[in-house]
């Protein structure tokens, strides 16, 4: 089955930047996808089509490809933003993939 | 108003069988395509399968493949997931979704606020 790769955890001071990776062969050729889980909520996407973001979605949020890995970036990072973060693609092979998730500490 | 609510969630045994429901508000449901999504304790968000707006294809994940059924009723706005065969690697909150992207990609944009599924004996 196909894989997107994402690092466990990530931590941040609050007022810096947090680069979150998700890689995979798939990413090239297919749109990626970010979504933000907070505990005991429901999944927000707060990133589509690599780098375009939902109405109501801060500019502090933004994506970006390069090669076979994707990045969300996050900026002047609050204690708001800990969460799961979620990559995701679709392929009309493999169909729905997620990445593993990154849990995101503001220290 | 929520969007989506998702409803029949519970506690079944190994083998047993659930359905879940998503009920939809706004007429959304008829021209969407639809997936469930669950969040494993493990595992994190694994996506279940899809429902094409007309009820007719469907696509599921491997690990539910033959056991789980996606089907759906627009003229009472619902989406069903019926679970069969159920096992304890099946515990999850259960998520609906809607999608959007075409032809090019799919994403999910509007996401219930979930059902919680347990399976133990």
């Known amino acids: 089955s196909y894989v997107l790769t994402q690092a466990p955890s990530v931590s941040v001071a609050p007022g810096q930047t947090a680069r979150l990776s998700c890689g995979g062969d798939?990413?090239?050729?297919?749109?990626v996808h970010w979504y933000q889980q907070r505990p005991g909520q429901a999944p927000v996407l707060i990133v589509y089509d690599d780098n375009d973001r939902p109405s109501g979605i801060p500019e502090r949020f933004s994506g970006s490809i390069s090669g076979n890995s994707a990045t969300l970036t996050i900026t002047r990072v609050e204690a708001g933003d800990e969460a799961d973060y979620y990559c995701?693609?679709?392929?009309?092979?493999?169909?729905?993939?997620f990445g593993g998730g990154t849990k995101l500490t503001v220290l | 108003e929520v969007p989506l609510v998702e409803s029949g969630g519970g506690l079944a045994r190994p083998g047993g069988s659930l359905r879940l429901s998503c009920i939809a508000s706004g007429g959304i449901l008829s021209s969407a395509w639809m997936s469930w999504v669950r969040r494993t304790p493990g595992k994190g968000l694994e996506w279940v399968g899809r429902?094409?707006?007309?009820?007719?294809?469907?696509h599921y994940a491997a690990p539910v493949k033959g056991r789980f059924i996606i089907s759906r009723d627009n003229s009472k706005n619902t989406l069903y997931l019926e679970m069969t065969s159920l096992k304890i690697e099946d515990t999850a909150v259960y998520y609906c979704?809607?999608?959007?992207?075409?032809?090019?990609?799919?994403?999910?944009?509007?996401w219930g606020l979930g059902t919680m599924v347990t399976v133990s004996s």
């Open positions: 429902s094409q707006s007309d009820g007719v294809t469907t």
């Open positions: 979704a809607t999608e959007i992207g075409g032809a090019r990609y799919v994403a999910f944009d509007i």
């Open positions: 995701q693609v679709w392929d009309s092979s493999t169909d729905v993939v």
């Open positions: 798939l990413i090239g050729p297919n749109s």
